[in-house]
Structure formats: structure tokens, C-alpha cells
């Protein structure tokens, strides 16, 4: 079973930059993916980056590629995610989440992330991005 805590969030003006990190207790799947989803007020979750439990692939979706980074330490057991160039529509808690079925990839790096549903949720930290 795998725990998951997250640390990091707070506010910042657009353009700034915060990094979360996911502190891993026990095993996950290593047949699955790893990574944060993000839920704004009145809209619904959704897949933020991935990569695999054991590292290798990372998956972005759309809105925050080439601006977060999503990165695992094995020796820290820790999921961080570093956030550049936040704007006011990045707002919203952001969950770690685990043991999920990795997205989809297409066409020119583009993921569908509609079969990857997470069975173990962190607590969720709050990201607030002013403009």
C-alpha cells in the first residue's frame, strides 16, 4: 500500500514559478504511473503530468507543457513538480496520485489522460497563481 503527502503550494503572480514535491511512503505499482492531477473550482479533475512508478516517461498535458517539469527521486522516494511561467488559469489544488494507468500519447506529444484513474490520492496542496 502507498501513502502520499504533498508540501509546497502557496500563491504567486503570474509569471512565477513554485515547485511541489510528493513525499512516497510504501510501494506502488511499478506496472503504472505516478504523477499530479489538479482540480479548479466548479470544474473537474484533471491530469496534470505523469511518469512511470520506476521513472523513464514523463507525460504532460497540453496546458502546461514545456512550462512544468515532473521529476522522481528513487533514493528520496519524492514526486516533485516544478511550475514555471504560472498563470491565473494554472489556480487549483493539485493531488499526487498513484497507481494509474499511464496517458495515452499522440500525435505530437499531445495525452488523453481519460482511462488513467488514480486509486490511492494524496491530501492535496493549494496553488494560487494572482494576475
Known amino acids: 500500500q502507498v501513502q502520499l503527502a504533498e508540501s509546497g503550494g502557496g500563491s504567486v503572480q503570474s509569471g512565477g514559478s513554485l515547485t511541489l514535491s510528493c513525499a512516497i511512503s510504501g510501494r506502488a505499482n511499478p506496472n503504472r504511473c505516478i504523477g499530479w492531477f489538479r482540480q479548479a473550482p466548479g470544474k473537474e479533475r484533471e491530469g496534470v503530468a505523469a511518469?512511470?512508478?520506476?521513472?523513464?516517461?514523463?507525460y504532460y498535458a497540453a496546458p502546461v507543457k514545456d512550462r512544468f517539469t515532473i521529476s522522481k527521486d528513487n533514493a528520496k522516494n519524492t514526486l516533485d513538480l516544478q511550475m514555471n511561467e504560472l498563470k491565473p488559469s494554472d489556480t487549483a489544488m493539485y493531488y499526487c496520485?498513484?497507481?494509474?494507468?499511464?496517458?495515452?500519447?499522440?500525435?505530437?506529444?499531445?495525452?488523453?489522460?481519460?482511462?488513467?484513474?488514480?486509486?490511492?490520492w494524496g491530501q492535496g496542496t493549494q496553488v494560487t497563481v494572482s494576475s
Open positions: 496520485a498513484a497507481n494509474f494507468k499511464c496517458p495515452l500519447l499522440g500525435p505530437a506529444g499531445t495525452t488523453r489522460w481519460d482511462d488513467s484513474n488514480p486509486d490511492t
Open positions: 511518469t512511470h512508478t520506476t521513472g523513464g516517461p514523463r
